[in-house]
């Protein structure tokens, strides 16, 4: 997925609120456009914030606003925030990109790139909806995806994390920490380090480890 297309997405609706308050439209219209907006940026925040993120958390605290001109107000906040950060390169982009119910979805799909001979995109895709899943496993049992700050945590930290409180073992661990390294391979062009059937296994290996760990 094009990181400068889903920030477009986001650009889109953004300007459009914009729009509407330097145009001041006034009564029922008003009302309407409002609500309206407020949903597609609502809906553009569930598409693109992983479960358990900052954003995640932020846009359902709103959500329990009455008012519609506040709520917009601060749903348009944090869909600010989310740009912003995915076009700074401060978010761990990609997997904040991929939403949790489409994990098996994303599998097909980097299998089906494999099995046309695209075997560095179904690196990536693979390994994002395995990194996506451990985020997951972290809202379920408790865990942290977020450092102090506030910023988001790498997935290798996330990772150990749920090993520490007992999730899973240390062979599954290893077997994690070695996908997610194929995987950030694959995203910085690193493709000569790696076969085909590496990255068959590690398709192989998300698969089994979401159906043993389910989140």
Not at 33 to 47: G, M, N, T, V
Not at 141 to 151: K, N, Q, Y
Request: aromatic content about 6%.
């Amino acid at each position: 997925m094009d990181i400068g297309k889903i920030v477009g997405q986001l650009d889109v609706l953004i300007g459009e609120y914009q729009d509407m308050i330097n145009t001041r439209v006034e009564g029922v219209l008003a009302s309407d456009r409002a609500k309206l907006l407020a949903s597609r940026l609502e809906s553009a925040i569930d598409r693109l914030a992983v479960p358990g993120s900052s954003y995640a958390k932020q846009l359902e605290v709103h959500r329990k606003e009455k008012r519609t001109s506040v709520k917009i107000r601060d749903v348009y906040s944090v869909a600010l925030g989310l740009r912003d950060d995915l076009k700074a390169g401060w978010t761990d982009t990609v997997v904040e990109l991929v939403h949790a119910d489409t994990h098996s979805e994303y599998l097909e799909m980097a299998e089906t790139l494999l099995d046309a001979g695209y075997k560095d995109p179904a690196a990536v895709i693979g390994g994002t909806a395995l990194e996506v899943h451990v985020r997951a496993l972290c809202v379920k049992h408790g865990v942290a995806t977020e450092r102090p700050d506030g910023s988001p945590k790498k997935a290798d930290t996330v990772n150990a994390d749920l090993k520490k409180v007992d999730v899973y073992g240390t062979l599954q661990h290893k077997h994690l920490t070695a996908w997610m390294d194929l995987r950030n391979r694959a995203a910085h062009g690193d493709w000569a380090e790696y076969e085909k059937q590496q990255v068959r296994m590690l398709i192989d290996g998300v698969r089994d480890f979401m159906l043993k760990y389910p989140a």
